[in-house]
């Protein structure tokens, strides 16, 4: 259902602090509020991934996001055409 990358590099060695500590701030967010019978994957779509990460304490990386947005309403600058000017003694 759902697949992202959280923590693309953490160099794991014993005793994995790092990654127990990361695995209870998950389990944390997600038993405060997570809805009951809700997987963690659905909680992270409820909520978005953005807002999931700011509450494990983690900041966002490119190599997170598995592809660029493709929202229609998203408009760029470079794909606006200048319409032409009409001269103001041609009526």
């Given at each position: 259902m759902l697949s992202a990358v959280l923590v693309p590099f953490m160099k794991l060695e014993p005793p994995y602090t790092e990654l127990k500590a990361l695995i209870a701030r998950i389990?944390?967010?997600w038993g405060?509020?997570?809805?009951n019978r809700?997987?963690?994957?659905?909680f992270i779509q409820r909520v978005g991934l953005g807002n999931f990460l700011e509450a494990?304490?983690?900041?966002?990386?490119?190599?997170?996001v598995k592809h660029p947005r493709e929202n229609p309403y998203v408009f760029y600058e470079e794909y606006f055409e200048e319409e032409p000017k009409q001269d103001e003694g041609h009526g």
């Open positions: 389990l944390e967010v405060d509020e997570g809805k809700e997987r963690v994957g659905e494990i304490g983690l900041e966002p990386e490119p190599e997170m």
